[in-house]
């Protein structure tokens, strides 16, 4: 069963910045859209970013727009989510998946967790002072 492996994870303070790391299945970043998503207990898991395999478009959630930098290395086979000026309200555990119907990402508004697959078992990520 394929699975995405996250980390890069830990405890910063507010301001800080920490980058993720996913590595995904080999030809993922050839066929499928790749979505970093982010879900607090009790929360339904939420659409942070998403990185087309088609063009290498990226998409982001209003909430991360300007602080989060979605990338990846193809050889690799990693995709990464760089985050900036981090806020108490980013605390959540993150997760990367594949979209395994679409080669482009949908708007962030748009993007469904349920459509998504090969999910890890996340990295938590805290900010705090």
């Known amino acids: 069963q394929v699975q995405f492996v996250e980390s890069g994870g830990g405890l910063v303070q507010p301001g800080g910045s920490l980058s993720l790391s996913c590595v995904v299945s080999e030809f993922a970043l050839d066929y499928y859209a790749i979505g970093w998503f982010r879900q607090a207990p009790g929360k339904e898991r939420e659409g942070v970013s998403c990185l087309s395999s088609s063009d290498g478009s990226t998409y982001y959630a209003d909430s991360v727009k300007g602080r989060f930098t979605v990338s990846r290395d193809k050889a690799k086979n990693v995709v990464y989510l760089q985050m900036s000026s981090l806020k108490p309200e980013d605390t959540d555990v993150y997760y990367c998946?594949?979209?395994?119907?679409?080669?482009?990402?949908?708007?962030?508004?748009?993007?469904?967790?349920?459509?998504?697959?090969?999910w890890g078992q996340g990295t938590q990520v805290t900010v705090s002072s």
């Open positions: 998946a594949a979209n395994l119907m679409r080669r482009r990402c949908t708007e962030l508004s748009e993007t469904r967790a349920y459509e998504y697959s090969y």
